[in-house]
């Protein structure tokens, strides 16, 4: 499987992130990548190449400019507060609800960071934007890869994207890669474009931006919003809006999940991939759907992973896989490289 990896994802490195009243050591951490390079690696599965430059133009098709304008000066803005800062994350505390306004931007960084977010769970940090920008890339990079003949290519990258919306970050996500890949495949002339979140949060990002699009199908299997994050989006009834009513498919599944029910499940998100026929595949590639998962619900086991690759194979649709989420990190290299390498082998 042809990789375009991020060799700046480290830049992103958060210390700590809110959870139950206290702040804790990030979830989300550099080693998760370098476990897949190592597996990718080990199993000869290379070869591993780097982005080429990303336009930001494509980053405006799928984010809002004074999102992206907040999001790449914030870390200055943020140590021009106190040059003690320099030594800590930014996380928000304050946001803007119900009635309140979200037109007239503050001036103040707190209420912009808030304005700009939805969790205290994703901290920025000085590297954050040069990293999230450059896991674009690799997810453009191999956008084009494919478009040029490859039957399907991995974009390795940290920070992942999916929860990134049109215009705030969180659930650890900057730049939505996913969004970038599908945008990028309209682009070049794709009519339909199918984007398929295995990951095991729902891709609240990846749904806004497309909601009301029927160029870009969005389908997910994820742990049901009503126990888990992201809490406010995933549900069974968000089918899209307009244009694109009909091209959301959500299929939220209960804690305890397991391979059998979830493949059922992933049937039922290809099936309707097939029937509003799309011409190229998006795998948003979480695989913190593993039963050892610290943070979250199912019970895949790493052979499983093989089958879930086979399956998307048999799609039969040029494949742009991105990396999101998995936490058991010993375990990420693994379970990651069994998709790709069950993939492979399908025909
Ligand atoms: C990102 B991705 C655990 C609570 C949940 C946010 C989870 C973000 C998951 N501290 N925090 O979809 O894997
Ligand atoms: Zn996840």
């Known amino acids: 499987m042809l990789t375009i990896y991020n060799d ?3 830049l992103h490195q958060g210390k700590v992130e809110m959870f139950r009243g206290e702040l804790v050591p990030c979830f989300e951490v550099p080693a998760r990548v370098d476990h897949v390079k190592h597996e990718l690696e080990r199993r000869g ?7 080429d430059a990303l336009d930001d133009a494509l980053l405006a098709k799928v984010h809002a400019p004074r999102y992206l304008d907040f999001i790449a000066g914030a870390w200055d803005e943020w140590v021009a507060l106190d040059p003690a800062n320099a030594s800590r994350d930014a996380l928000p505390s304050y946001w803007p609800t119900r009635g309140m306004r979200t037109d007239v931007l503050p001036q103040s960084f707190p209420a912009r960071l808030g304005l700009f977010s939805f969790d205290a769970g994703t901290p920025l940090t000085a590297g954050s934007w040069a990293a999230a920008r450059q896991g674009a890339a690799c997810a453009w990079t191999a956008t084009q890869r494919v478009l040029g003949g490859q039957r399907s290519a991995f974009a390795l990258t940290r920070p992942p994207g999916h929860h990134a919306s049109v215009d705030f970050f969180g659930g650890y996500c900057f730049v939505n890669n996913a969004a970038v890949a599908a945008q990028a495949l309209r682009d070049a002339g794709v009519e339909r474009v199918a984007v398929l979140d295995v990951d095991y949060h729902h891709g609240n990002g990846t749904q806004a931006i497309f909601y009301d699009r029927s160029d870009v199908h969005f389908a997910s299997l994820h742990g049901d919003p009503f126990t888990d994050y992201p809490y406010y989006l995933g549900h069974a009834d968000e089918r899209g809006a307009g244009k694109g009513e009909g091209f959301n498919h959500n299929l939220p599944l209960p804690r305890g999940t397991d391979f059998t029910a979830w493949r059922a499940a992933l049937k039922t998100a290809l099936d309707g991939i097939a029937k509003v026929k ?10 913190d759907t593993f039963e050892g998962d610290p943070i979250s619900g199912f019970k895949l086991k790493s052979d499983d992973y093989l089958r879930m690759g086979e399956d998307l194979a048999r799609a039969g649709l040029p494949t742009v896989f991105v990396f999101e989420g998995g936490y058991a990190v010993a375990e990420v290299g693994v379970n990651t490289v069994n998709v790709l390498e069950g993939f492979g082998q399908t025909a």
């Open 8 to 10: 700046q994802h480290a």
């Open 45 to 51: 599965l290379g070869p591993l190449q780097s982005p």
């Open 278 to 287: 799309a011409g190229a595949l998006v795998v948003s590639l979480g695989v």
